[in-house]
Protein backbone atom coordinates (compact mmCIF):
# COMPACT_ATOMS: atom_id res chain seq x y z
CA UNK A 1 0.00 0.00 0.00
CA UNK A 2 1.26 3.58 -0.69
CA UNK A 3 -0.13 6.58 1.26
CA UNK A 4 -0.54 9.23 -1.37
CA UNK A 5 -1.15 11.69 1.73
CA UNK A 6 2.12 12.21 3.33
CA UNK A 7 5.13 12.74 2.46
CA UNK A 8 6.42 11.54 6.01
CA UNK A 9 8.32 8.78 6.60
CA UNK A 10 8.31 7.26 10.09
CA UNK A 11 7.91 4.20 12.16
CA UNK A 12 6.68 3.27 15.02
CA UNK A 13 8.14 0.76 18.17
CA UNK A 14 5.28 -0.36 20.08
CA UNK A 15 6.57 -0.97 24.02
CA UNK A 16 5.51 -4.76 23.34
CA UNK A 17 8.41 -4.81 20.50
CA UNK A 18 10.90 -2.78 22.50
CA UNK A 19 10.85 -5.09 25.11
CA UNK A 20 11.26 -8.18 23.56
CA UNK A 21 14.18 -6.93 21.14
CA UNK A 22 17.95 -8.31 22.08
CA UNK A 23 19.44 -5.05 22.54
CA UNK A 24 19.59 -2.57 25.92
CA UNK A 25 16.54 -0.92 26.18
CA UNK A 26 18.17 2.44 25.66
CA UNK A 27 17.45 5.14 22.64
CA UNK A 28 21.38 4.84 21.80
CA UNK A 29 20.68 0.91 21.07
CA UNK A 30 17.45 1.53 18.73
CA UNK A 31 18.42 4.69 16.73
CA UNK A 32 20.35 1.67 14.50
CA UNK A 33 17.46 -0.50 13.80
CA UNK A 34 16.47 2.44 11.59
CA UNK A 35 17.92 2.32 7.73
CA UNK A 36 20.41 4.88 7.33
CA UNK A 37 21.53 6.04 10.63
CA UNK A 38 25.09 5.81 11.57
CA UNK A 39 25.56 6.53 15.03
CA UNK A 40 28.90 7.70 16.92
CA UNK A 41 28.63 4.25 19.21
CA UNK A 42 29.12 1.46 16.40
CA UNK A 43 30.48 -0.87 19.26
CA UNK A 44 28.33 -3.67 21.60
CA UNK A 45 26.15 -0.99 23.21
CA UNK A 46 25.91 -1.72 27.18
CA UNK A 47 24.32 0.87 28.42
CA UNK A 48 23.06 4.45 27.84
CA UNK A 49 25.63 6.39 26.41
CA UNK A 50 25.77 10.18 24.67
CA UNK A 51 25.42 8.99 21.00
CA UNK A 52 25.07 11.33 17.69
CA UNK A 53 22.73 9.68 15.21
CA UNK A 54 22.87 11.38 12.09
CA UNK A 55 20.94 9.80 8.76
CA UNK A 56 21.35 10.01 5.03
CA UNK A 57 24.96 11.03 5.34
CA UNK A 58 23.76 14.54 7.23
CA UNK A 59 25.32 16.25 9.62
CA UNK A 60 26.29 14.83 12.81
CA UNK A 61 24.46 17.08 15.19
CA UNK A 62 21.06 16.96 13.34
CA UNK A 63 19.57 14.14 15.56
CA UNK A 64 16.57 14.89 18.13
CA UNK A 65 15.43 13.09 21.12
CA UNK A 66 12.16 13.73 22.19
CA UNK A 67 10.05 12.96 25.14
CA UNK A 68 6.07 13.26 24.68
CA UNK A 69 7.09 15.63 21.87
CA UNK A 70 9.50 18.25 24.31
CA UNK A 71 13.62 18.10 23.21
CA UNK A 72 15.90 16.40 25.64
CA UNK A 73 19.46 17.59 25.35
CA UNK A 74 21.09 21.22 25.53
CA UNK A 75 19.10 24.09 25.14
CA UNK A 76 21.18 25.86 22.63
CA UNK A 77 22.54 22.74 20.28
CA UNK A 78 19.88 20.23 20.91
CA UNK A 79 23.53 18.15 21.72
CA UNK A 80 23.22 14.37 22.71
CA UNK A 81 22.56 13.36 26.06
CA UNK A 82 22.48 10.07 28.31
CA UNK A 83 18.56 10.15 29.05
CA UNK A 84 17.68 6.64 29.85
CA UNK A 85 14.88 5.34 28.03
CA UNK A 86 13.17 3.21 30.22
CA UNK A 87 11.09 0.82 27.83
CA UNK A 88 8.75 -0.63 30.84
CA UNK A 89 7.63 3.05 31.13
CA UNK A 90 6.99 3.86 27.34
CA UNK A 91 4.18 3.53 25.48
CA UNK A 92 5.63 3.91 22.13
CA UNK A 93 8.98 4.94 20.32
CA UNK A 94 8.16 7.34 17.16
CA UNK A 95 11.20 7.29 14.75
CA UNK A 96 10.29 10.62 12.12
CA UNK A 97 13.23 10.08 9.17
CA UNK A 98 11.96 12.92 7.02
CA UNK A 99 9.31 15.13 6.37
CA UNK A 100 8.57 16.04 10.03
CA UNK A 101 6.62 19.12 11.14
CA UNK A 102 7.39 22.21 12.25
CA UNK A 103 8.46 21.09 16.09
CA UNK A 104 12.16 20.45 14.88
CA UNK A 105 14.80 22.14 13.78
CA UNK A 106 16.62 20.30 11.44
CA UNK A 107 15.76 17.29 8.95
CA UNK A 108 17.62 14.91 10.68
CA UNK A 109 16.10 11.63 12.55
CA UNK A 110 13.51 12.44 14.97
CA UNK A 111 13.29 10.03 18.11
CA UNK A 112 10.26 10.78 19.92
CA UNK A 113 9.58 8.67 23.18
CA UNK A 114 5.86 8.44 24.32
CA UNK A 115 5.44 7.41 28.26
CA UNK A 116 1.95 5.61 29.40
CA UNK A 117 -0.29 7.12 31.18
CA UNK A 118 -2.31 4.36 33.33
CA UNK A 119 -5.97 3.05 32.98
CA UNK A 120 -8.70 2.21 34.82
CA UNK A 121 -7.64 -1.24 35.83
CA UNK A 122 -4.02 -1.79 38.18
CA UNK A 123 -1.69 -3.67 35.82
CA UNK A 124 2.28 -4.03 36.66
CA UNK A 125 5.51 -5.28 35.17
CA UNK A 126 8.57 -6.88 36.15
CA UNK A 127 11.60 -6.92 33.42
CA UNK A 128 15.15 -9.05 34.26
CA UNK A 129 18.00 -9.87 32.27
CA UNK A 130 21.71 -10.15 32.33
CA UNK A 131 24.63 -11.85 31.37
CA UNK A 132 28.07 -12.96 31.93
CA UNK A 133 31.87 -13.56 31.06
CA UNK A 134 30.62 -17.63 31.28
CA UNK A 135 28.27 -17.17 28.83
CA UNK A 136 30.34 -15.32 25.80
CA UNK A 137 32.82 -16.91 23.10
CA UNK A 138 36.63 -15.93 23.24
CA UNK A 139 37.81 -13.87 19.76
CA UNK A 140 40.81 -13.80 20.78
CA UNK A 141 42.84 -15.14 17.93
CA UNK A 142 46.30 -16.02 16.72
CA UNK A 143 45.99 -12.93 13.89
CA UNK A 144 45.45 -10.69 17.28
CA UNK A 145 48.16 -12.39 19.32
CA UNK A 146 50.74 -11.64 16.78
CA UNK A 147 49.94 -7.93 16.96
CA UNK A 148 50.82 -7.79 20.84
CA UNK A 149 47.22 -8.30 22.14
CA UNK A 150 47.52 -10.96 25.20
CA UNK A 151 43.86 -11.09 26.24
CA UNK A 152 40.08 -10.79 25.55
CA UNK A 153 37.82 -7.69 26.17
CA UNK A 154 34.86 -9.78 27.49
CA UNK A 155 31.85 -8.17 29.58
CA UNK A 156 32.02 -9.61 32.64
CA UNK A 157 28.77 -8.06 33.69
CA UNK A 158 25.37 -6.72 31.99
CA UNK A 159 22.26 -6.43 33.54
CA UNK A 160 18.91 -4.44 33.86
CA UNK A 161 16.21 -4.66 36.08
CA UNK A 162 13.02 -2.25 35.84
CA UNK A 163 9.22 -2.48 37.63
CA UNK A 164 6.30 -0.83 37.08
CA UNK A 165 2.49 -0.05 38.02
CA UNK A 166 -0.12 1.84 37.28
CA UNK A 167 -4.09 2.25 37.42
CA UNK A 168 -6.61 4.71 38.74
CA UNK A 169 -6.94 7.43 41.13
CA UNK A 170 -10.29 8.40 39.78
CA UNK A 171 -11.89 6.07 37.26
CA UNK A 172 -12.05 7.64 34.04
CA UNK A 173 -10.99 10.76 35.14
CA UNK A 174 -7.08 10.31 37.04
CA UNK A 175 -4.75 7.86 36.58
CA UNK A 176 -1.45 7.13 37.87
CA UNK A 177 2.15 5.31 36.50
CA UNK A 178 4.91 4.49 38.35
CA UNK A 179 8.13 2.97 37.34
CA UNK A 180 12.04 2.11 38.57
CA UNK A 181 14.80 0.86 36.79
CA UNK A 182 18.18 0.13 37.29
CA UNK A 183 21.16 -1.21 34.90
CA UNK A 184 24.75 -1.66 34.75
CA UNK A 185 27.53 -3.61 32.73
CA UNK A 186 31.28 -4.31 33.65
CA UNK A 187 33.93 -4.50 30.47
CA UNK A 188 37.50 -5.67 31.22
CA UNK A 189 40.33 -3.31 29.39
CA UNK A 190 42.56 -4.73 26.92
CA UNK A 191 45.88 -4.82 27.39
CA UNK A 192 45.42 -2.24 30.17
CA UNK A 193 46.60 -3.35 33.98
CA UNK A 194 46.88 -1.82 37.45
CA UNK A 195 50.34 -0.44 38.17
CA UNK A 196 52.71 -2.40 40.25
CA UNK A 197 54.21 0.81 41.27
CA UNK A 198 51.53 2.46 42.34
CA UNK A 199 52.06 4.24 45.76
CA UNK A 200 55.62 3.72 45.93
CA UNK A 201 57.24 7.07 46.26
CA UNK A 202 61.09 4.61 45.48
CA UNK A 203 59.48 3.88 41.74
CA UNK A 204 58.73 6.07 39.02
CA UNK A 205 57.97 4.16 36.53
CA UNK A 206 54.74 2.14 35.41
CA UNK A 207 55.03 -2.20 35.42
CA UNK A 208 51.89 -4.01 34.04
CA UNK A 209 49.89 -6.05 36.88
CA UNK A 210 49.20 -8.75 35.02
CA UNK A 211 46.70 -10.47 37.77
CA UNK A 212 45.12 -7.03 37.88
CA UNK A 213 43.34 -5.79 34.37
CA UNK A 214 41.69 -2.35 34.45
CA UNK A 215 38.03 -2.25 33.87
CA UNK A 216 35.10 -0.23 32.73
CA UNK A 217 32.32 0.00 34.87
CA UNK A 218 29.01 1.89 34.35
CA UNK A 219 25.67 1.89 36.63
CA UNK A 220 22.42 3.88 35.40
CA UNK A 221 19.30 4.09 37.96
CA UNK A 222 16.07 5.83 37.40
CA UNK A 223 12.90 6.43 38.69
CA UNK A 224 9.60 8.07 36.96
CA UNK A 225 6.19 8.91 37.89
CA UNK A 226 3.31 10.46 35.69
CA UNK A 227 -0.23 11.62 36.66
CA UNK A 228 -3.04 12.39 33.95
CA UNK A 229 -6.06 14.24 34.15
CA UNK A 230 -8.51 13.78 31.93
CA UNK A 231 -10.51 17.39 32.23
CA UNK A 232 -13.53 17.07 29.22
CA UNK A 233 -13.41 13.98 26.61
CA UNK A 234 -11.17 16.54 24.48
CA UNK A 235 -8.78 17.76 27.11
CA UNK A 236 -6.14 16.30 28.98
CA UNK A 237 -3.70 17.55 31.47
CA UNK A 238 -0.35 15.25 32.45
CA UNK A 239 2.57 16.18 35.03
CA UNK A 240 5.48 13.84 33.95
CA UNK A 241 9.01 13.35 36.94
CA UNK A 242 12.28 11.42 35.65
CA UNK A 243 14.81 11.65 37.75
CA UNK A 244 18.13 10.05 36.55
CA UNK A 245 21.44 9.36 37.95
CA UNK A 246 23.99 7.95 35.53
CA UNK A 247 27.04 6.71 37.00
CA UNK A 248 26.29 6.32 40.49
CA UNK A 249 29.35 4.12 41.24
CA UNK A 250 31.61 4.09 38.41
CA UNK A 251 34.89 2.64 38.98
CA UNK A 252 37.94 1.56 37.46
CA UNK A 253 39.30 3.25 34.14
CA UNK A 254 35.80 4.75 33.43
CA UNK A 255 35.89 8.50 32.36
CA UNK A 256 34.08 10.61 34.84
Request: hydrophobic share 35%.
Amino acid sequence: AVDVRSAGAATTLPADVVKVLPTVRSYNALVVLIPGVVTTTNDVVTGTTTTQFPIHGGRINEGRLMLDGVPVGGASSNSPTSYVMDAGATEEINFTAAGGLGETDSGGLVVNIVPKTGGNSTHGSLFVSGTGEKLQSNNLTPVLKNQGVTAASPLSKVYDVSGTIGGPIARDRVWYFVTAHRGGSTTDSTDVYYNLNAGDPAKWLYAPDASRRAYSDRLFENASARVTWQITPRNKVSAFWDEQTLCRTCTGATPA
